[in-house]
């Protein structure tokens, strides 16, 4: 099962920030925090992941709450193309790899 | 990011034949990589995890008969679909784990329907 938790939907207007919360109290010590998005009827895309320090790239910004209980990814300025499913995972130890467990995902509409 | 490059990216098939997807890193050597489906509107299920030389992984109510995965080696999985029936007809995403960041990286995802 997911361990995170993310709203349904969310939407936003296109060059404001885009916020997106995600839940997931069960987080192991050493586990991270992924996120990816993924745009109809392809595979998901990378976004950012971390530990327990804010993370930044080229496309966004993720912050985690110094319990690592629940983060948000921080898109700076939204554009139409960012409207997408964008899910929060937590990548799980699995043997001797890691596996990545998808949740339901927040469907995100940046609006012109 | 890294290239993970799945083919073919649709493909429709007689109900009771085998299908072969296959799912190639193309700059980077993938240690894991993952087979996922996705039916409309919901979320991506993770089916297996595949070391290279080793048997895959089988994720609980997945059959491993029916979804034979191999992988031959770090740049090459591939899942086979056997004796396919219209219920199979779903989205199918492989993702390679590797590189520097270790991140997983997805494929464009194959489409495949059964008639």
């Known amino acids: 099962d997911a361990k995170t938790t993310q709203p349904p939907s969310m939407d936003c207007a296109e060059g404001r920030a885009a916020n997106l919360p995600c839940n997931h109290s069960?987080?192991?010590?050493?586990?991270?925090v992924y996120w990816y998005r993924q745009i109809h009827s392809q595979g998901p895309q990378y976004i950012i992941h971390?530990?327990?320090n804010n993370e930044t790239n080229e496309m966004a910004s993720l912050i985690i709450t110094e319990d690592r209980k629940s983060s948000t990814l921080i898109l700076p300025h939204a554009t139409l193309r960012d409207t997408a499913v964008y899910y929060c995972?937590?990548?799980?130890?699995?043997?001797?790899?890691?596996?990545?467990?998808f949740g339901s995902g927040t469907r995100l509409l940046v609006r012109p | 990011g890294a290239v993970v490059s799945q083919h073919p990216s649709w493909v429709i098939c007689k109900s009771g034949t085998s299908v072969k997807i296959e799912c190639r890193s193309l700059?980077?050597?993938?240690?894991?990589m993952f087979w996922y489906r996705q039916f409309p509107k919901q979320s991506l299920m993770l089916m297996a995890t595949?070391?290279?030389?080793?048997?895959?992984?089988?994720e609980q109510g997945v059959e491993k008969d029916k979804f034979l995965i191999n992988h031959a080696s770090l740049t090459l999985s591939t899942l086979t679909v056997t004796s396919a029936h219209p219920e199979d007809s779903s989205f199918y995403i492989c993702?390679?784990?590797?590189?520097?960041?270790?991140?997983?990286?997805f494929g464009q995802g194959t489409r495949l329907t059964v008639v």
């Open positions: 993702s390679a784990e590797g590189g520097i960041g270790n991140e997983a990286f």
């Open positions: 069960t987080i192991s010590g050493n586990e991270y």
């Open positions: 971390g530990l327990k």
């Open positions: 995972i937590v990548r799980v130890r699995m043997d001797s790899s890691y596996k990545l467990i």
């Open positions: 700059d980077f050597q993938a240690t894991t």
């Open positions: 595949s070391n290279e030389g080793s048997k895959a992984t089988y």
